[in-house]
T-cell receptor
Framework: EADIYQTPRYLVIGTGKKITLECSQT?????MYWYQQDPGMELHLIHY???????EKGDLSSESTVSRIRTEHFPLTLESARPSHTSQYLC??????????FGQGTRLTVV | GDSVTQMEGPVTLSEEAFLTINCTYT??????LFWYVQYPGEGLQLLLK?????DKGSNKGFEATYRKETTSFHLEKGSVQVSDSAVYFC??????????????FGTGTRLTIIP
């Protein structure tokens, strides 16, 4: 059973608001990832981290930002939410010789 | 760069039918290969994996064999059930720099099983 948690599961928020999506893992994994999943199902990597104080932008350009101050925590922030940010956001972590483990996702709706 | 090409969906089958979902990949070196499954409203779960050529991953009646010569990792199940309805993702990790693996996913295949 995966020990990676995302909160909230669902979020409806107004345009212009600042939001933070939380992701925590208790497996001690160095690598963590954020994916955006569109309604067509495809996963797009938007951020990743290989350890504390390491963050990189992914393949899909995103207005969100991330931080990695602690190994177990990898929050994603949108400074000013817009309807185009409406999507499902999936967080994952991976150890050196393990597969990736995913959280249950946050479904974000910006109205 | 690395890439995964996955069979286009959606796929609709009757219960107890045979399932194949094709997956081919492009990667340098020796990638590890995975199939993940996503049930409605959930995140992705690992279904099976293979880490070297000719390895066969298996779980819950699903199987896939790592074929380096054809760069393929096709998912198969002999008799599907309604509970297998989900989205299936083929994926790989490769590391040009040790420890800095990137995950690469296919586009996903939606499978619906009808009773």
């Amino acid at each position: 059973e995966a020990d990676i948690y995302q909160t909230p599961r669902y979020l409806v928020i107004g345009t212009g608001k600042k939001i933070t999506l939380e992701c925590s893992q208790t497996m001690g994994h160095d690598k963590m990832y954020w994916y955006q999943q569109d309604p067509g199902m495809e996963l797009h990597l938007i951020h990743y981290s290989y350890g504390v104080n390491s963050t990189e932008k992914g393949d899909l350009s995103s207005e969100s930002t991330v931080s990695r101050i602690r190994t177990e925590h990898f929050p994603l922030t949108l400074e000013s939410a817009r309807p185009s940010h409406t999507s499902q956001y999936l967080c994952a972590s991976k150890g050196l010789l393990t597969e990736a483990f995913f959280g249950q996702g946050t479904r974000l709706t910006v109205v | 760069g690395d890439s995964v090409t996955q069979m286009e969906g959606p796929v609709t089958l009757s219960e107890e039918a045979f399932l194949t979902i094709n997956c081919t990949y492009t990667a340098t070196g020796y990638p590890s290969l995975f199939w993940y499954v996503q049930y409605p409203g959930e995140g992705l779960q690992l279904l099976l994996k293979a880490t070297k050529a000719d390895d066969k991953g298996s779980n819950k009646g699903f199987e896939a064999t790592y074929r380096k010569e054809t760069t393929s990792f096709h998912l198969e199940k002999g008799s599907v059930q309604v509970s297998d309805s989900a989205v299936y993702f083929c994926a790989l990790t490769s590391s040009r720099n040790f420890g800095n693996e990137k995950l690469t996913f296919g586009t996903g295949t939606r499978l619906t099983i009808i009773p």
